[in-house]
């Protein structure tokens, strides 16, 4: 799967309009829990990290912060 592929986070357990503040995907800024926040949807990118060609670094450093495409 590549990043291109990536989609929101949509929970088993919670209805699909489960909204995410900020502060709670703050809290997921690790290596082994990671999401973003791209014009307004919530992602888990933790499997991409790798791919990014800039490096997982890059990745981390913007988790918890809102970004657009």
Avoid at 5 to 34: M, R, V, W
Avoid at 52 to 60: A, N, Q, S
Wanted: aromatic share 6%; charged share 30%.
């Amino acid at each position: 799967m590549s990043l291109d592929e990536a989609q929101p986070i949509q929970s088993k357990t919670e209805p699909a309009t489960k909204k995410h503040t900020l502060e709670d995907c703050k809290a997921h800024n690790k290596e082994e829990d990671c999401w973003l926040v791209i014009s307004g949807k919530v992602y888990d990118v933790t499997q991409f990290l790798d791919e990014h060609p800039g490096g997982f670094d890059i990745v981390l450093a913007a988790t918890g912060k809102a970004c657009r495409l």
